[in-house]
């Protein structure tokens, strides 16, 4: 269970995590890149780090693009009330 987590995290998790969760690379990711670059005697983790700054204009890039090409091409878009105030 915890490699088919694993595997998910770096399949999905790689793009989605820093995008829609906190704009960063998930934990799990940056722990196992870290430890085998460590490995092969890396002065530093191969996965690139994010700034803070990158992290706030990352976090939430696909929700501002997704409202912006809604309001270009005059789409509506229709929320069940089940899911409104999630």
């Known amino acids: 269970m915890e490699a088919a987590e694993r595997a998910q995290q770096f399949f999905l998790g ?6 829609y969760v906190d704009g960063d690379y998930p934990r799990v990711m940056k722990d196992q ?29 696909a929700t501002a693009s997704f409202a912006a090409s809604l309001s270009v091409h005059g789409s509506v878009l229709y929320v069940p009330s089940s899911l409104r105030n999630a």
């Open 14 to 19: 790689w793009f989605a995590h820093p995008i």
């Open 33 to 61: 890149v870290a430890m085998k670059s460590t490995r092969q005697n890396m002065a530093k983790s191969r996965l690139p780090e994010f700034t803070e700054k990158q992290k706030v204009y990352i976090k939430g890039a």
